[in-house]
Every structure is written in structure tokens, then in C-alpha cells.
């Protein structure tokens, strides 16, 4: 089913050190998480048009998630765009283009996320905490 997620979230940061967020594996593992208590690992981490991304998820003791992509458009401290496919035990049970804006508000960031595709109506549920995580990163 295609459908998507909108989310506008701002940070108590700049655009650079949250755009750093997205794209530095060592911050991107403290935040990305889609739930408190999940082991999260950045296996691989090229930002730049065609470069690939992977990060492998999941409570302990479960089968964990394993969400994949490859980046489309990067503009630094601006825009991200890639698209990502999220599978568990080898099956792909999602896949969707994301777009992550940077906007400037003064001192503070408005990040807009925006997820369209198969199934990516239901990432909602993660976006909320992993965006929660990451205010904690930049507080």
C-alpha cells in the first residue's frame, strides 16, 4: 500500500550540527533508534548522491530489522533524500523514499521529514521516538 508520513519537528540547534546527526555514524547510532531499549548498529554510512546506508535494529532477543538505502539527493546542511527499504529475517516489508529538510529558524532547526511509499504511513510510529532521541542528542 503506497502511502506516507509527514513530520516537522525543531531542535534547539543549528542546521550543520543536526544535519551532522544524519550523516556521522558514531551520532546517528546514539539516536536513530525507532524505540527506547533497541539495540542499534550504523553497519555502513556513505552520504553522497548513490552512496549506501544501513542500520541493523531490534529489542534483545528478537529477529532484528535491518533498513537499507541509498542516498539520491545530499545538500549539505540543507536536504537528504534516499530511498530505504526496512526487512526483517530477509524479507522486505516496506520500501519508501524519505526527505529530510534543515530550515533555519534563528538559533533552532525545523526538520521536516517526509516518507512516502509502501507501507511508510506505519514508520510514524517510529519516526516519533528516533526524532525524540535525537532532541536528547542535541540538548
Not at 506516507?4 to 546514539?30: H, L, S
Not at 537499507?68 to 549539505?76: D, I, K, P, S, T
Not at 514508520?123 to 532521541?133: E, F, I, M, N, R
Request: with cysteine; proline share 4%.
Amino acid at each position: 500500500m503506497m502511502d506516507g508520513v509527514r513530520i516537522a519537528r525543531t531542535f534547539a540547534a543549528q542546521p550543520q550540527r543536526v544535519y551532522r546527526a544524519w550523516t556521522v555514524a558514531d551520532d546517528m547510532a546514539r539516536w536513530y533508534a525507532p524505540a527506547d531499549g533497541m539495540t542499534l548498529s550504523i553497519d555502513a554510512l556513505d552520504v553522497r548522491v548513490g552512496g549506501r546506508y544501513q542500520a541493523t535494529f531490534g529489542k534483545p532477543g528478537e529477529a532484528p530489522s535491518v533498513e537499507a538505502g541509498e542516498y539520491r539527493e545530499v545538500v549539505a546542511g540543507e536536504r537528504l533524500v534516499f530511498d530505504m527499504t526496512l526487512a526483517r529475517g530477509g524479507v522486505v516489508f516496506s520500501r519508501s523514499r524519505c526527505a529530510v529538510e534543515f530550515l533555519e529558524r534563528g538559533e533552532r532547526t525545523q526538520l521536516v521529514v517526509t516518507d512516502e511509499g509502501e507501507n511508510a504511513g506505519d514508520h510514524a510510529t517510529c519516526w516519533g521516538p528516533s526524532l525524540d532521541h535525537l532532541a536528547r542528542l542535541l540538548e
